[in-house]
C-alpha cells in the first residue's frame, strides 16, 4: 500500500520567514496530493491540493509543488503569521481503481513565534 | 451551515462498555469516513462508506463497527472498548469517491479505562 512520509515533525519560525514541509510518497498510482491544516481543538479542513497533471499552485501565502518522478511534494508558506501556526498533513491518493482511501502523513506542528 | 457534527466530543468510558459515537452531515455527500488520531502516527482510516449501506475498512478496522442506514448519518461503534482504543476520533465526508475534498467533524476525544 501507499506509505506517505512527513518532514519535519516540528517547524518552529519566526513571523514573516517562509516555511517548508515536504513529503515523500511510495505509490507511483497516486495523483492525489492535499494539504490539510489542523488548528487547535478542531478537524483538519483542507487548505491547498495538487493533482499529478500540475507542478505547482498556488494561493495567496500558500503553495504546493510536486515532483512526479521523485515522488516528492512540499508545502510553501511565505510570510508566516502568528495564525499559521497549527499542524499540517499531506495525504495522497490514486484515483480509480478501486482506491478510496487517502494515506496521511503524520504532521508536521508549525509554530509561528510572533 | 454546512458542517460535520459528531457527539459526544467527549467521553470516558471503562473496558468493555459498547459505546457509539454519532456522527452527521448536512451536505449530501455519499463519501464518510472514519478516523483516528494518535501522537505522533498522524491520521488513520478506520472505515468508510461510498453510499448508503455500502461500507468497507480502512487500514485500522479492528475493535470497530459502523453502519450507513441513511445518507446524512454513519456512527461508530465500539462493542468492547479497550484501553488501546483511547484516541482522538474524527468522522469526514465528501461529495463523492475520487479527488473531492473531505470534510472533517470537530473530533471525539475517547478515553477507555
Known amino acids: 500500500g501507499e506509505n506517505v512520509e512527513q518532514h519535519p515533525s516540528t517547524l518552529s519560525v519566526q513571523e514573516g520567514d517562509s516555511a517548508v514541509i515536504k513529503c515523500t510518497y511510495s505509490?507511483?498510482?497516486?495523483?492525489?496530493f492535499p494539504w490539510y491544516k489542523q488548528e487547535l481543538g478542531k478537524g483538519p479542513q483542507l487548505i491547498i491540493d495538487?493533482?499529478?497533471?500540475?507542478g505547482e499552485k498556488k494561493d495567496q501565502r500558500i503553495a504546493v509543488t510536486l515532483n512526479k518522478t521523485a515522488k516528492h511534494f512540499s508545502l510553501h508558506i511565505t510570510e508566516t503569521q502568528p495564525e499559521d501556526s497549527a499542524v499540517y498533513f499531506c495525504?495522497?491518493?490514486?484515483?480509480?481503481?478501486?482506491?478510496?482511501?487517502?494515506?496521511f502523513g503524520r504532521g508536521t506542528s508549525l509554530i509561528v513565534h510572533p | 451551515e454546512a458542517q460535520v457534527t459528531q457527539n459526544p466530543r467527549y467521553l470516558i468510558t471503562v473496558t468493555g462498555k459498547k459505546l457509539t459515537v454519532t456522527c452527521s452531515q448536512n451536505?449530501?455527500?455519499?463519501?464518510m469516513s472514519w478516523y483516528r488520531q494518535d501522537p505522533g502516527l498522524g491520521l488513520r482510516q478506520i472505515y468508510y462508506?461510498?453510499?448508503?449501506?455500502?461500507?468497507d475498512k480502512g487500514d485500522v478496522p479492528e475493535g470497530y463497527k459502523v453502519s450507513r442506514k441513511e445518507k446524512r448519518n454513519f456512527p461508530l461503534i465500539l462493542e468492547s472498548p479497550s484501553p488501546n482504543q483511547t484516541s482522538l476520533y474524527f468522522c469526514?465526508?465528501?461529495?463523492?469517491?475520487?479527488?473531492?475534498?473531505?470534510?472533517f467533524g470537530p473530533g471525539t476525544r475517547l478515553t477507555v479505562t
Open positions: 451536505m449530501n455527500h455519499e463519501y
Open positions: 462508506s461510498m453510499n448508503v449501506e455500502v461500507t
Open positions: 469526514a465526508s465528501s461529495l463523492a469517491r475520487g479527488d473531492y475534498e473531505q470534510y
Open positions: 505509490d507511483s498510482a497516486s495523483n492525489y
Open positions: 495525504a495522497a491518493k490514486a484515483s480509480g481503481g478501486g482506491s478510496y482511501i487517502p494515506t
Open positions: 495538487i493533482r499529478s497533471n500540475v
